[in-house]
């Protein structure tokens, strides 16, 4: 009986977005300890070609933004999420989107960045 719970837990959790894993353990950690999780503020960026990627954890609510550091070129962002939805973001030279609110358990997964020194570059469509 035991091997069939663990077969069908498993079976349940292939599908599943690390996002979704993480919620998971979160969850069984606080039901089995009593104690409830705290995110702390953190922040991390990196440079995909001229765009500063932020993202991280403000009152315990994640965020993320994304900053055109260019003084001449324009620059269209892709984010894919750990569900697999996707958004994009043109950006114009020294323009940055503003912080917007991300899932604690839906985060960026990848992130790919075109600039060029024309507004055409919004046009260009990119598949994850």
């Known amino acids: 009986m035991k091997s069939l719970f ?8 292939g599908g599943c977005s690390t996002g979704d894993l993480r919620m998971l353990n979160d969850a069984l950690y ?13 922040r991390d960026s990196e440079y995909i070609d001229d765009v500063k990627v932020v993202t991280g ?3 315990g609510n994640g965020f993320m933004y994304f900053d055109n550091t ?5 620059c269209r962002v892709w984010a ?12 114009d030279p020294n323009e940055d ?6 899932d604690l358990y839906n985060q960026i997964d990848e ?9 055409d570059v919004f046009d260009f469509d990119f598949e994850f």
């Open 111 to 119: 992130v790919t960045a075109l600039c060029e020194d024309s507004r």
């Open 70 to 74: 260019s003084d001449n070129n324009y």
């Open 80 to 91: 894919l999420f750990e569900d697999g939805s996707q958004r994009a973001f043109n950006l």
């Open 97 to 102: 989107t503003g912080s917007m609110y991300v």
């Open 6 to 13: 663990v077969g069908l837990v498993a079976f349940a959790i």
């Open 30 to 42: 606080e039901a089995t300890t009593g104690n409830v999780l705290v995110f702390d503020d953190q």
């Open 57 to 59: 954890v403000s009152n």
